[in-house]
């Protein structure tokens, strides 16, 4: 018996079919989906692959399978596996990846001791200056390199895990911290994160009749165990949630099994509580990126033998090993964070549409701003749309004012806080309420320019501004994290009339304590939020210690329910609105709201203010009336207009590489040969021309990308495979090529 065999590789012209004979006594064992080690290349070089296919013959003269490897895939999984790789024009080994327990353990994983004290290993240095460690061969030792990329692949992984989950010895790890490369702190930790945890058991709740019209509907495509996808669109604290429990609670009585997706950043201890209080620990699995790999690989076992039948994760639990699952359930799906941003780039939307329509059960998306696609697929009548209107514990929403700020500057207020917002916050600090203030720009000043030439600093990797950070008196690149010291002249025409411009959530913190000095601030951003000073623990000091303002970007926006805060102030709305980028007025009018939605969660109403330039644009407009389908009629006309989604798909082809000629040559290279095909093809396609990204270098690297607006059909799904393949096994160079289906990112 012959097996075909992927190899496990991200080298694009290896992502193909190797041919291996299958020795005599491993005939029974191995099927589509094993888990293979063969020989490969030179006698002495061994590599790990996937059997994708078997057959009698081969053409070749083939080598023998090595031996097999403990963790396989399903047949179902290892389906999904090749519709992903021809979907996403990726490697099937990248795919089948996703779905393999997270890290294979090499040694007996009972051994590892419930609670105790163990060694936390984290980089002491950045990605780029380890880079060039490597490079200046001031680290040599190939054991050392791989100890490094793992160590910044799990981050807060225990020496115990490294040696448990790799080769990679002790030793290696101790040479690394002598060298400076890595700090080792101690740490206690508990296996089962929930074990000493009480929480009081939860009833369900008597259900409002529009979220009993939901459940129903629901209910009855589970008992009919077919296939259908629903939006539940309902504002927040409208009672989504507890029509969620209630499904699973149903799904688990029948003795299946429940998937629900949640945004990384809501993951909470506290969301999750609220899933403990009602079910139990014993029967839910958490799964997240900021879990050790330890931690991440018990719950995956935990789902396997079946312990788990309610699991609960950010994009990848997707991939979850579940096996009688009978419903997945995906909440915020607006969520910008279910799009993986490597490769492979899936949606996991994508993905959970596909399981449920192979498995039969329903697909249940919950938002208060759903994705303006998942919206119009509800008019299209192609989801069943499902809606609350109301919100259920009777809190009010709160009331949104718009500040027009060419009116402040009219006036020659220069200052970030407008008169209202001032007044707004003197108010809550008499009043001992809390107030939130969001911008969406972290570090000082967002650029420094000479004032005598024009000339704007940049970062020398990448064509960014750099950003000012006072506290530190430095500038830093937020793509690559270069920094270097501010000049004192201008280092063009040696100016010394070099200023910044622009504003920070650091500027924003000392205009606060300079306009309030008696009030307490803490500020949330990339910059506060540490290993030792997390997303939770700041927004933990802030509710427990009653501090009166929070400073912060994004990461405010979401999570947390505080009960003191009266007050919302968003210091530029335009800052998402100025991008370039199809989306921009989705995104401005989902974070407004989502903001706005932090403010008077109780049965206080809660005071929103927008401060903005651009009172007039419908984003902001709809956003103050807290009004989503007056923006989705109006954003919907516009996407129509402009051919943009849902009225087509967008393909990026993103062609990177450090010399601008070889990355011009490729792109012009893809450009024609899509070209040819779509020429010779029946598709309709509209294909732009290579064009320098809009930040045309990063970290040393130019950028070009083409892009096609076309419907993805599977005819252009295969003539764009057909084109990469042709065009990769042709050119060896540095050049890299990725292929984006409804990019994230434009940028
Ligand atoms: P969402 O998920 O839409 O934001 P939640 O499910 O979190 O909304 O509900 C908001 C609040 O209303 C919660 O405190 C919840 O316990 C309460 N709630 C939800 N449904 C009901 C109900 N049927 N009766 C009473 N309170 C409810
Ligand atoms: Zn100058
Ligand atoms: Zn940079």
Redesign the pocket.
């Known amino acids: 018996m012959i097996a075909e065999v992927v190899i496990n590789s991200t080298v694009k012209n290896l992502d193909r079919v190797f041919d291996y004979a299958i020795p005599v006594e491993m005939e029974d064992e191995i099927e589509i989906g094993s888990r293979v080690l063969i020989p490969f290349g030179r006698s002495t070089n061994y590599e790990e692959g996937f059997v994708v296919g078997l057959k009698e013959k081969s053409d070749y003269e083939v080598k023998e399978i090595l031996r097999i490897q403990e963790e396989e895939l399903s047949n179902q999984e290892m389906k999904l596996a090749k519709w992903m790789a021809n979907r996403y024009f990726c490697n099937l080994s990248d795919c089948i990846k996703l779905m393999l327990p997270p890290g294979t353990a090499t040694k007996k994983i009972e051994n590892r001791a419930k609670d105790k004290k163990v060694q936390v290993v984290y980089l002491k240095k950045n990605i780029e200056q380890i880079k060039e460690a490597i490079q200046k061969k001031e680290i040599k030792s190939a054991k050392q390199i791989k100890a490094l990329n793992f160590i910044k692949k799990n981050s807060g992984v225990t020496i115990q895990e490294i040696e448990l989950f790799t080769d990679i010895s002790r030793s290696i790890i101790k040479t690394l911290e002598k060298n400076g490369y890595v700090e080792i702190l101690e740490k206690t930790i508990e296996r089962n994160p929930f074990l000493h945890k009480v929480l009081e058991r939860t009833e369900k709740?008597?259900?409002?009749e529009e979220?009993q019209y939901a459940y129903q509907q629901v209910e009855k495509a589970i008992d009919e165990k077919k296939h259908e996808s629903f939006l539940l669109y309902?504002?927040?604290?409208?009672?989504?949630?507890?029509v969620y429990m209630q499904l699973i609670e149903k799904v688990v009585r029948m003795g299946r099994a429940a998937i629900l997706l949640v945004p990384e950043i809501s993951l909470t201890p506290q969301m999750v509580d609220r899933f403990i209080a009602r079910f139990g620990q014993e029967t839910i699995a958490v799964l997240h990126s900021k879990l050790s790999i330890g931690e991440r690989y018990d719950g995956w076992q935990k789902i396997k033998d079946g312990r788990a039948n309610i699991i609960i994760g950010a994009r990848s639990a997707i991939f979850a090993p579940v096996k009688d699952l009978g419903i997945i359930i995906i909440d915020e799906e607006h969520d910008s964070s279910y799009k993986s941003e490597t490769n492979p780039r899936y949606h996991a939307k994508e993905i959970a549409k596909k399981i449920a329509q192979e498995k039969e059960i329903p697909l249940l998306l919950g938002s208060a701003t759903p994705d303006i696609t998942t919206f119009y697929e509800a008019q299209e009548g192609k989801i069943t749309k499902l809606v609350?209107t109301k919100?259920?514990?009777e809190s009010n929403l709160p009331e949104i004012r718009l500040v027009d700020l060419r009116e402040e500057l009219a006036i020659g207020n220069r200052s970030m806080i407008s008169r209202y917002l001032y007044q707004e916050i003197e108010n809550n600090l008499k009043n001992k309420k809390q107030t939130i203030l969001f911008l969406n720009r972290r570090g000082f000043s967002t650029f420094i320019m000479c004032r005598e030439c024009g000339y704007t600093l940049k970062c020398k990797n990448c064509n960014i501004s750099l950003t000012y950070h006072k506290k530190e008196e430095i500038l830093k690149c937020h793509y690559c994290n270069h920094q270097e010291k501010v000049p004192t002249v201008c280092p063009v025409c040696g100016s010394s009339k070099i200023k910044h411009f622009g504003t920070g959530t650091q500027k924003l913190e000392m205009e606060i304590n300079h306009l309030f000095p008696n009030a307490t601030t803490i500020r949330m951003d990339i910059d506060t939020v540490t290993k030792k000073n997390s997303h939770e623990d700041i927004l933990n000091r802030f509710k427990n210690e009653n501090i009166d303002i929070l400073i912060g970007t994004q990461m405010v926006v979401k999570g947390h329910h505080f009960p003191n805060v009266t007050l919302v102030g968003v210091i530029a709305a335009d800052s998402s609105l100025n991008i370039d980028d199809y989306r921009a007025e989705e995104r401005t009018f989902d974070l407004i709201v989502q903001v706005a939605g932090r403010a008077g969660r109780e049965k206080e109403k809660g005071r929103v203010l927008i401060q903005t330039y651009n009172p007039d644009a419908y984003s902001i407009r709809y956003a103050q009336k807290q009004n989503y389908d007056l923006f989705y009629n109006a954003e919907i006309k516009m996407r129509k207009q402009l051919k943009y989604p849902p009225f087509c798909d967008i393909i990026m082809f993103g062609i990177s590489g450090e010399e601008e000629e070889k990355v011009k040559e490729m792109s012009n290279q893809i450009y024609a040969a899509i070209k040819k095909k779509i020429e010779s093809s029946q598709i309709e396609a509209n294909l732009g021309l290579p064009m320098p990204a809009p930040i045309d270098k990063i970290k040393n690297r130019f950028r070009y990308r083409i892009i096609i607006k076309a419907i993805l059909t599977s005819d252009l799904i295969q003539m764009i495979n057909e084109c990469l393949k042709e065009n990769f096994k042709t050119n060896r160079t540095k050049t890299r090529v990725i292929t984006d289906v409804n990019p994230m990112n434009m940028l």
């Open positions: 709740l008597h259900l409002t979220q309902g504002i927040t604290g409208s009672g989504k949630t507890e609350l919100r259920a514990n």
